[in-house]
């Protein structure tokens, strides 16, 4: 893109063209902004990378807890949008939405200009493949969206986001440091790689991941707010005969995300060889944010088929049809065990060892022989079950008002 503008003006460095490029972008933000309610806004939600499942953690706060009288300020990416406007117009409330998506898109053709907008995004894919514009795209158009939408807020007070990891959330968060009180939601199963904590206030869904974090996360003021996807939970599996094969669901997570691929790759092998040994009836989904794309082509045809699975049925569907749901440290397992559904860990080398004070409580797997084991003694094993008949995590704390008010008056959160 850059190039294209510098050979369009001639007499500038491409480091010039670079800076030229990218301010005129922020021009054009500051000037959606201005278009917007943007300076009224005093509490801005991030939903980026995490879709359904941040929204999910987010969505009961901004129904009950935003300020009526200001508009919420809602940053989103091609794929919540639509989560957020569904949200909006059900609840009738003020809301600014930024898509930083389309305002970077929309921001590149001013910046190359109508004529050659078309041509310059042909370029680019031509010259240096696919990956080129989403590039340029997240790392100086949502950085320079984000920074001009903060600085534009004079009102803003409050950031709230679902996963401190995701690119949108990220930046904002560290934009917002020193000026914006920054506060993030548990949005799924705890991991290690929720460390470090960098928000100022962190909301865990129950007392056990609240003492977690709060041996991990010292600078943090961490408290307990409740699961709000537990409102929105799968119903206790209603009891029915078994089938001669258990029913297995394996919920895979994002490969290349999350995860080293060796090590993840591992976790698929566990499922591949429970489904050759053919004891069980084995279903394989892939995470939303997955792409077939990143598998090596040995695993190509088992991706490609979870994905098919992953587009027949919808997620509770295919989890109220399992006898029992194997995953690696995923918000599947504590969800299953809320239903009332075996569940077993799938813990192989070299992945990250799972923490024993949260995971502790499923069956393990390590190797096939294992898997096939915890598998085929389900009926009979305790350990495979064993999660469902505690309170952690079989039923997470659910949203309580008078916790939320407690909490949200201990951030410094005001009631509407």
Same mark, same amino acid.
């Given at each position: ?52 499942? %941040? ?31 569904? &949200? ?74 679902? +996963? ?46 609240? %003492? ?43 490969? %290349? @995300? ?33 792409? @077939?794309?990143?598998?090596? +082509? ?9 994905? +098919? ?13 399992? *006898? ?30 799972? *923490? ?26 305790? @350990?495979? +079950? ?25 951030? %410094? &959160?005001?009631?509407?």
């Amino acid at each position: 893109m850059f190039e294209l503008y510098n050979r369009r003006r001639g007499r500038r460095s491409r480091f010039g063209a670079m800076q030229d490029g990218l301010e005129m972008l922020r021009q054009s933000f500051v000037r959606s902004a201005a278009d917007s309610e943007w300076h009224r806004v005093r509490t801005v939600f991030v939903l980026d990378g995490t879709g359904a499942n %941040g929204f999910a953690t987010l969505a009961p706060l901004i129904e009950r807890y935003v300020d009526d009288r200001a508009p919420v300020g809602i940053v989103t990416t091609y794929r919540t949008r639509k989560l957020a406007e569904s &949200l909006m117009a059900r609840l009738d409330r003020k809301c600014c939405i930024a898509d930083i998506d389309h305002l970077s898109l929309r921001a590149l053709r001013d910046v190359v200009g109508g004529s050659h907008w078309r041509q310059t995004v042909r370029s680019m894919l031509r010259d240096h493949g696919p990956g080129a514009l989403p590039y340029l795209l997240v790392d100086a158009g949502r950085r320079v969206a984000l920074a001009a939408l903060i600085r534009q807020g004079a009102s803003l007070r409050n950031l709230f986001v679902a +996963n401190e990891r995701t690119h949108a959330s990220a930046l904002a968060l560290s934009l917002g440091e020193g000026r914006l009180r920054r506060i993030c939601i548990q949005h799924g199963a705890p991991m290690a790689e929720y460390l470090p904590i960098v928000s100022d206030h962190y909301w865990a869904w129950d007392a056990v991941v609240c %003492g977690w974090l709060r041996k991990h996360a010292r600078s943090t003021k961490v408290d307990v707010f409740g699961n709000p996807r537990a409102v929105r939970g799968h119903s206790t599996s209603t009891p029915r005969p078994r089938a001669l094969r258990p029913r297995v669901l394996f919920a895979a997570q994002p490969l %290349g @995300i999350d995860f080293p691929d060796a090590g993840y790759l591992r976790v698929i092998d566990l499922v591949l060889g429970l489904a050759e040994r053919d004891v069980a009836v084995v279903t394989s989904r892939l995470h939303p944010a997955d792409k @077939i794309a990143n598998y090596p +082509n040995s695993y190509r045809a088992w991706a490609e088929h979870a994905f +098919n699975e992953s587009r027949q049925r919808a997620f509770g569907e295919a989890m109220r049809g399992a *006898d029992i749901v194997v995953s690696y440290a995923s918000t599947t397992l504590f969800e299953a065990a809320a239903a009332g559904l075996g569940t077993i860990a799938l813990d192989p080398e070299p992945c990250p060892a799972l *923490d024993d004070d949260l995971y502790g409580v499923f069956a393990r797997a390590r190797t096939v022989s294992e898997l096939v084991n915890a598998v085929c003694d389900s009926s009979q094993s305790d @350990i495979v +079950n064993r999660a469902a008949t505690l309170d952690w995590p079989r039923a997470p704390a659910l949203l309580d008002e008078d916790v939320i008010d407690d909490v949200c008056a201990g951030a %410094g &959160l005001a009631r509407a």
